[in-house]
């Protein structure tokens, strides 16, 4: 059978940490947020931690629910020395010793998982992210604590995906033998509760991996261990148009894909200034003209 434990070790993790917080997951944290990045994109991660990577963070008088951390690998053409400044002021990077390549993208998941494991056992949900993703966090979290899963996915859901023997996404029929993979998550943004986060990471370690993380880890991985799919609408995947302020406001979108740091600080601030009825009242777009004009009704 395809979908068990190998009985010896086939995927080793050798991999160590380079760069890691001085601080990890306080009391009273809910949600850990794990925002993969590329250590060349410091704007991306400036555009997270001044917009939606914020909130709940503690600083602004509210209690602190949310630890975000950006998982890095290693770039020549970085210098380790300017991540290591970075992280002395954020206090948010947690950087592997592995190539940062997209054929390493499984190897960022599963280092993200150990990390989470190990330092932020106690607390319930994980999100992981991509670095040009938006995400309501006060309407997620909303969501899982009315709902509080347990040994659960929930995220932007693909079933009886088709599997490519060619192109980007090819993968052999000696690494995975069918032609669908089965129920996953999407990688722009799925949560994993917590209670299995250390069985995927250590159920790794005897599953062949593949070049696709997000079906690796939350498809094949979750299978074996028998971890549910929770279906939400509202989470986006990578093919969807940037999203506009409305989306979020009108809870219509949990997450929001193909997102620059320019559109990170729009969003934001429109999303601070509108309610539900103006987005009512208007069709247009809001990513792309000035807010006062959406005041022009």
């Known amino acids: 059978m395809y979908y068990r434990r190998q009985e010896t070790?086939?995927?080793p993790f050798p991999y160590v940490l380079v760069t890691s917080p001085r601080t990890a997951c306080p009391d009273g944290i809910i949600l850990v947020i794990v925002v993969h990045s590329h250590p060349s994109y410091r704007d991306r991660r400036?555009?997270?931690?001044?917009?939606?990577?914020?909130?709940?963070?503690?600083?602004?008088?509210?209690?602190?629910?949310t630890r975000l951390v950006f998982a890095l690998g290693v770039d020549r053409n970085v210098s380790a020395d300017a991540v290591r400044a970075e992280s002395e002021i954020y206090d948010d990077i947690i950087q592997g010793n592995f190539v940062d390549a997209y054929k390493n993208l499984t190897l960022?998941?599963?280092?993200?998982?150990?990390?989470?494991?190990?330092?932020?056992a106690r607390v319930p949900y994980m999100?992981?992210?991509?670095?040009?993703?938006?995400?309501?966090?006060?309407?997620?979290?909303?969501?899982?604590?009315a709902t509080r899963p347990t040994r659960s996915i929930i995220g932007p859901h693909n079933l009886r995906s088709p599997v490519y023997r060619t192109g980007r996404w090819a993968i052999s029929k000696e690494l995975f033998?069918?032609?669908?993979?089965?129920?996953?998550e999407s990688g722009s943004g799925y949560v994993i509760t917590v209670d299995i986060v250390r069985?995927?990471?250590e159920t790794s370690a005897y599953v062949t991996p593949l070049l696709i993380e997000d079906v690796y880890v939350?498809?094949?991985?979750?299978?074996?261990?028998?971890?549910?799919?929770?279906?939400?609408?509202?989470?986006a995947i990578q093919i969807d148009k940037a999203p506009n302020a409305c989306d979020f406001v009108t809870r219509k979108k949990?997450?929001?894909?193909?997102?620059?740091?320019?559109?990170?600080?729009?969003?934001?601030?429109?999303?601070?200034?509108?309610?539900?009825?103006?987005?009512?009242k208007t069709t247009a777009s809001l990513t792309d003209k000035p807010l006062y004009e959406y005041y022009m009704f």
């Open 9 to 11: 070790i086939v995927n």
């Open 46 to 65: 400036d555009a997270i931690r001044h917009t939606w990577g914020r909130y709940g963070d503690g600083q602004q008088g509210e209690p602190r629910s």
């Open 108 to 120: 960022k998941s599963l280092f993200g998982l150990k990390w989470v494991s190990e330092q932020c």
């Open 127 to 145: 999100l992981k992210s991509d670095d040009d993703t938006f995400i309501s966090i006060p309407y997620l979290i909303e969501i899982l604590q």
């Open 177 to 184: 033998p069918f032609n669908r993979y089965p129920e996953y």
């Open 199 to 201: 069985e995927l990471y």
């Open 218 to 235: 939350t498809g094949i991985l979750a299978k074996i261990i028998g971890a549910k799919h929770i279906v939400r609408k509202g989470f």
């Open 254 to 280: 949990i997450s929001g894909t193909n997102v620059t740091p320019n559109l990170m600080y729009t969003l934001w601030k429109h999303m601070k200034s509108l309610t539900a009825e103006i987005c009512r």
